[in-house]
């Protein structure tokens, strides 16, 4: 079975630019979460969606969005980008909210 | 979600057994015992999971005393590869969220 997959694996931006980052889950799991990794900050919790609604979301401003389309498939888009927002971007699947969670290989974004 | 307190840094050489205990004084009731495994760059990866007692799998086990504010990760004799960021966390099965602490830098020399 494959694993979660993100694309683009890296991709370098711009500050005041916008980027969408692109997740596929484990076929058959409809969760997928979104998480941030910094070195400062940690893994910090970003938003969950489940059948296309967002269930949960982090403490993450506005310019954070995301959706999830009726394949499970997933999308974060970060509008007006910051240099603070140069992270490791990971998306996670699972079956159900009582399951645990297979992350992906992540999206290393750099904003210059 | 209770919170965890874990050792920042481990160092353990090949072969032997490695504990990671992390603390959740806090923990409630439903709350379950998770612990995640995560190399440079790379997602975590779930490693085990338990409610009270003792928990074994293929890779770890896991180690809960009765009044559960605690909780020891045990790998036995570990290899290079084992070096990696471990992190506990403490919810509700039921959670969809993962909350991670700062997690343990476990380093394994030869």
């Known amino acids: 079975k494959a694993g979660v997959t993100q694309t683009p694996r890296y991709l370098i931006k711009t500050r005041g630019q916008q980027v969408t980052l692109s997740c596929s889950p484990i076929s058959g799991h409809r969760s997928v979460s979104w998480y941030q990794q910094t070195p400062g900050q940690g893994l910090q919790f970003l938003f969950e969606y489940f059948s296309e609604t967002q269930r949960n979301k982090g403490n993450f401003p506005g310019r954070f969005s995301g959706r999830q389309f009726s394949n499970s498939r997933s999308e974060m888009n970060v509008s007006t980008l910051e240099l603070g927002d140069s992270a490791l971007y990971l998306c996670a699947s699972s079956s159900g909210p009582a399951n645990e969670q297979y992350f992906g290989p992540g999206t290393r974004l750099t904003v210059t | ?110």
């Open chain 2, 1 to 110: 979600l209770a919170k965890t307190t874990q050792p920042i840094s481990m160092d353990s050489y090949e072969g032997q057994e490695v504990n990671i205990t992390c603390s959740h004084n806090n923990i409630a009731t439903n709350d379950y015992i998770t612990w995640y495994q995560q190399f440079p760059s790379q997602g975590p990866r779930f490693i085990i999971q338990g409610y009270k007692t003792k928990v074994t799998n293929e890779v770890a086990s896991l180690f809960i005393p009765a009044d559960r504010k605690s909780s020891t990760l045990s790998l036995p004799r570990v290899s290079l590869s084992d070096t990696a960021v471990y992190y506990c966390l403490v919810g509700d099965k039921g959670y969809s969220t993962l909350t991670f602490g700062k997690g343990t830098m476990l380093l394994v020399s030869p």
